[in-house]
């Protein structure tokens, strides 16, 4: 296990100190605080750090943690694991969901004994938000990743961020009866009179991979639940809000850049982005005429051939006192029949 994973231990007893001198103005007893504070660095420098005591190994990708079951059953996912595997049985844990990596799993298991929040950055906070999600009984640890996930949008990972939450499926969708997990056929020590190892799956679907074919933007599944929701809205903010005001309002339909994006958009999002009134443009006549060079650019990213679709955008009269505004529309493409003609 990594030194930037495991820390060296003293990170909590350096702020225990400051820490009870707040305590007491927040109306906690310091003598409890105090008692609590050594128990939890005690816990974790002896039981995580040297792993000491412990009643169940976890396996999971070429790693592992010699853990304590009281310790990990904090988290709704692992207390099902545990409970009919006897003490002391190695447990492996495989993820279905590709966005679960090796170091998400240290970080997730070492929130169960001390705070990582530190140990979150914008290069791992999907796969940590994944991981503790599946996890779940750490909400202060999705909560901090998604922060750093909505803080870091910028225009050459949007796209990338837009995928990312596209992906459909349920994370507990192929488990068994209870949601959480199901044993290999010929899994032995699921129960008292197993050898003890046992392999678990963490379930999860499979994500399209093509996200200007992305119908589900708006009301497909949701693979992280409410986060993948907030990201959602976020990203709608970012496109109607925070990137066009990086530009001179007058410039914001010869940006390349913004042409770039809109080009790659799930058609849903491209709808409700360029059809929003709430996305700067001087005139209609001005949308319409982005709207209609975006979507002759966006051809080369929708799929070709039978059950292609293609895009097309009207400028429409709203009434007498109302003005006009556009509509954003696709339909399957026509095909050509060809005839044979014998003489």
Not at 59 to 84: C, D, E
Not at 145 to 168: G, H, T
Not at 321 to 337: A, C, L
Request: without cysteine; proline residues 5%; hydrophobic residues 30%.
């Amino acid at each position: 296990m990594s030194d930037a994973i495991n820390g060296n231990g003293n990170g909590a007893a350096e702020n225990a100190g400051e820490s009870s001198k707040s305590a007491g103005g927040i109306g906690i007893d310091p003598v409890t605080y105090s008692h609590s504070m050594n128990l939890t660095n005690w816990i974790f420098n002896v039981g995580y750090l040297h792993q000491d005591w412990a009643d169940v190994h976890l396996t999971f990708f070429q790693s592992g943690l010699k853990a304590h079951r009281i310790v990990l059953a904090r988290s709704p996912y692992l207390a099902h694991l545990m409970r009919n595997v006897v003490p002391g049985s190695t447990i492996h844990l495989n993820f279905i969901d590709e966005n679960i990596n090796q170091e998400s799993v240290h970080i997730a298991l070492q929130h169960l004994y001390n705070p990582s929040l530190n140990l979150i950055n914008p290069t791992n906070a999907r796969s940590i938000l994944a991981t503790s999600y599946l996890f779940g009984g750490m909400p202060e640890l999705i909560h901090h990743s998604y922060e750093l996930i909505k803080s870091s949008i910028s225009p050459q990972n949007i796209i990338d961020l837009i995928q990312w939450v596209s992906q459909s499926g349920d994370i507990h969708s192929s488990s068994s009866a209870n949601g959480f997990s199901k044993t290999l056929p010929n899994g032995t020590g699921t129960g008292p009179n197993g050898t003890g190892n046992s392999t678990m799956y963490g379930s999860i679907g499979s994500s399209s991979g093509n996200i200007s074919s992305g119908d589900n933007w708006l009301e497909g599944e949701s693979r992280y639940g409410e986060w993948t929701n907030r990201l959602k809205d976020d990203i709608v903010n970012y496109l109607l809000h925070q990137l066009p005001s990086s530009y001179p309002p007058s410039s914001i339909t010869t940006q390349p850049e913004i042409s770039s994006i809109f080009s790659q958009l799930p058609y849903e999002l491209f709808k409700l982005v360029l059809e929003s009134k709430e996305f700067p443009f001087g005139s209609m006549q001005e949308r319409f005429s982005y709207t209609k060079k975006i979507i002759s650019s966006r051809k080369k990213y929708l799929p070709n051939g039978p059950g292609g679709m293609e895009e097309s955008v009207v400028l429409a009269f709203k009434g007498s006192d109302q003005g006009m505004e556009i509509h954003i529309s696709r339909k399957p493409k026509k095909s050509r029949h060809l005839w044979k003609v014998e003489g």
